[in-house]
């Protein structure tokens, strides 16, 4: 029995078109599950300096550390003067970022704002 015989009536073809759809399939589902997105934009009420400032995607495998460090790069270069437009970046952050990353966003800010112990 030949290789095309022993697979049944789909042959060899059908069973890399299963594989193909099983692969798709596969990918389908990590990208479905992942919440990702590759471009971020300021929304259009934020006022300042902070609307000139550029939205960078990153991926983080420590947010609470690249969070604290965005902000501090944001105080320092995107001109944060005072508490006002420190409290419009804290709103750039949460709005760009998913729900789920806000406990970070806020423990970052909280750490920024903090006395050092």
């Given at each position: 029995?030949?290789?095309?015989?022993?697979?049944?009536?789909?042959?060899?073809g059908?069973?890399?078109?299963?594989?193909?759809?099983?692969?798709?399939?596969?990918?389908a589902?990590?990208?479905?599950?992942?919440?990702?997105?590759?471009?971020?934009?300021?929304p259009?009420?934020?006022?300042?300096?902070?609307?000139?400032?550029?939205?960078?995607?990153?991926?983080?495998?420590?947010?609470?550390?690249?969070?604290?460090?965005s902000?501090?790069?944001?105080?320092?270069?995107?001109?944060?003067?005072?508490?006002?437009?420190?409290?419009?970046?804290?709103?750039?952050?949460?709005?760009l970022?998913?729900?789920?990353?806000?406990?970070?966003?806020?423990?970052?800010?909280?750490?920024v704002?903090?006395?050092?112990?």
């Open positions: 029995m030949t290789g095309a015989q022993a697979m049944g009536n789909g042959g060899i059908s069973a890399r078109e299963e594989r193909r759809t099983r692969r798709r399939r596969r990918r589902g990590r990208c479905s599950t992942m919440n990702i997105s590759f471009s971020a934009r300021l259009g009420d934020v006022r300042g300096d902070l609307r000139e400032s550029i939205c960078a995607v990153k991926y983080s495998v420590d947010p609470f550390a690249d969070f604290r460090k902000i501090l790069e944001m105080i320092r270069d995107g001109g944060v003067r005072d508490w006002e437009e420190m409290e419009e970046l804290v709103y750039c952050y949460v709005v970022n998913p729900s789920d990353l806000h406990c970070f966003i806020a423990e970052a800010f909280l750490s704002c903090s006395p050092a112990r």
